[in-house]
Structure formats: C-alpha cells, structure tokens
C-alpha cells in the first residue's frame, strides 16, 4: 500500500479525531479510504444516469456562507424546489430538487461538492 502525505487544517483534524472516537475504525487511514470510498460511489451513481437527470442534491454550509447561494444562481434552470433551513446557529442546509441534462446536474454537484463554501454535500437520484 502506497503512504500519501496529507494536509489538514485544525478543523478537519478535530473532526477526524471526533469521527475515531465516535466510530470503530482502526485508524486515520482507514477512516480517509472508507470517506474516499463514499464520495467515489456518489459520483459513480451520477456516472451511471441517462441524458436527463432527477435527483435531489443535499447541501450543508456554514451560516453565514454565501458561496452556495452563488452556485445555486448558475444552475437556476436546473432546480425545480430549494429548501432552506438553519440547523443550528453555526450551519443550515439546503435541499435542491434539480431535474435536466444529467451532464449540468454533475456540474452542480462538482461545484458544490468542490467549494469552500461547503461542508458535505450528497446526492440522491430519483427514478
């Protein structure tokens, strides 16, 4: 097995550590390829649909974040229903139902998965 060196900030390290104690796996390592693991097989699920997609796109970001709102304004042709909501006074989360060529609503999710702005982001298909 090939050893990559990583960097993390404060933040991640702490969540990292909190996800060790919380759960049974052996070690960093094994935690970054399962995290690996799930964000491949949420591509791969896009990877699989036809010229046009369903699919509802879960977003959680920071409060005061405005990148989501930047990104949710390209894709306005692709989304049918947004719902906000705060979480708690640090995050909210926003619910996307997006429906149109399966290429733009990768996009979308690329951006969004890709951002700054963002703190997870999942995908669910429909149909």
Do not use: W
Not at 17 to 45: N, Q
Not at 54 to 67: N, Q, S
Not at 98 to 113: C, R
Request: hydrophobic fraction near 30%.
């Amino acid at each position: 097995m090939e050893v990559t060196s990583v960097s993390l900030d404060e933040s991640t390290e702490r969540k990292i550590d909190d996800i060790m104690r919380r759960t049974s796996f052996d070690g960093r390592s094994e935690l970054l390829r399962k995290a690996v693991d799930e964000m491949h097989a949420g591509i791969d699920t896009l990877g699989t649909t036809s010229d046009m997609l369903d699919a509802v796109i879960v977003v959680k970001h920071p409060r005061e974040e405005k990148g989501v709102s930047e990104i949710s304004h390209r894709y306005d042709s692709l989304i049918s229903t947004q719902l906000h909501s705060t979480l708690d006074a640090d995050s909210c989360l926003e619910i996307f139902h997006v429906n149109g060529a399966s290429d733009t609503v990768k996009e979308m999710y690329k951006d969004l998965h890709g951002s700054r702005s963002t703190e997870s982001v999942r995908v669910v298909p429909q149909g």
